[in-house]
């Protein structure tokens, strides 16, 4: 709740800053699967869900939340990521991390075969 409301307070390029690690406020939400706090970050600044995570080997955050096996994190992120982003090798990278994670289902499976 309390980031939440910081996030509200912040300016949209605020939410661009990587840490140490390379990791941006939406990655690590996705990482920890804070998807109300992913929906507040992405609604302040829409093109972080297009931002390479330089902790997790430049992935985008829709990946990293299927490497962390976040099914809910990775649903919300796929419906507001552009389907350009996950063309070619990205899009693959995807269906083998939701693959690996076990987030396949019919909603899921069904949106992953459009993907590539």
Excluded: W
Excluded at 66 to 82: E, H, I, N, P
Aim: hydrophobic share 40%; aromatic share 6%; net charge neutral.
């Amino acid at each position: 709740k309390i980031a939440e409301e910081l996030v509200k307070k912040m300016q949209p390029q605020d939410l661009e800053l990587i840490n140490e690690y390379g990791a941006t406020a939406l990655s690590l939400a996705a990482i920890s699967g804070a998807t109300k706090l992913a929906k507040a970050i992405v609604e302040k600044n829409p093109k972080l869900v297009s931002m390479e995570n330089d902790h997790d080997d430049g992935q985008l955050p829709v990946i990293v939340a299927a490497l962390y096996g976040q099914k809910r994190m990775v649903r919300y992120l796929y419906k507001v990521t552009s389907k350009d982003e996950l063309q070619g090798e990205r899009g693959a990278t995807l269906l083998n991390c939701l693959i690996t994670a076990e987030i396949f289902g019919k909603t899921v499976r069904k949106e992953t075969y459009n993907i590539m």
